[in-house]
């Protein structure tokens, strides 16, 4: 299996910028869509981005898009969530996952039961 390590979470005035790092460690994940899911208090897990195995295809649910980019870099085992232009409504906890059910495929999955890897997550906070 692997292990998934975020940070770069902390609190940020609405209007900033945080850039999330989520490190993978006993396995590579260079073959595997990776994403991102966030989760405020008293909700439910939602999808934030996903990319491919190639990082060549991205998704990003509609409160996010033009302001969150998702990447990657294989050599690095790691993924990134470059997040600007915050709002008080993305305040949650931002978790990284590994799709390990497929290889190579073209297209991330979306939804938190196509994940099961799972890191611990990163508090991000955006003050108004």
């Known amino acids: 299996q692997v292990q998934l390590v975020e940070s770069g979470g902390g609190l940020v005035q609405a209007g900033g910028s945080l850039r999330l790092s989520c490190a993978a460690s006993g396995r590579t994940v260079s073959k595997y869509a990776m994403g991102w899911f966030r989760q405020a208090p008293g909700k439910e897990r939602d999808f934030v981005a996903a990319?491919?195995?190639?990082?060549?295809?991205?998704y990003y649910a509609d409160s996010v898009k033009g302001r969150f980019t998702i990447s990657r870099d294989n050599a690095k085992n790691s993924v990134y969530l470059q997040m600007n232009s915050l709002k008080p409504e993305d305040t949650a906890v931002y978790y990284c996952a590994a799709d390990l059910s497929h290889t190579y495929r073209s297209n991330p999955p979306i939804a938190t039961t196509d994940y099961y890897s799972w890191g611990q997550g990163t508090q991000v906070t955006v003050s108004s």
């Open positions: 990319i491919s195995w190639t990082g060549g295809t991205t």
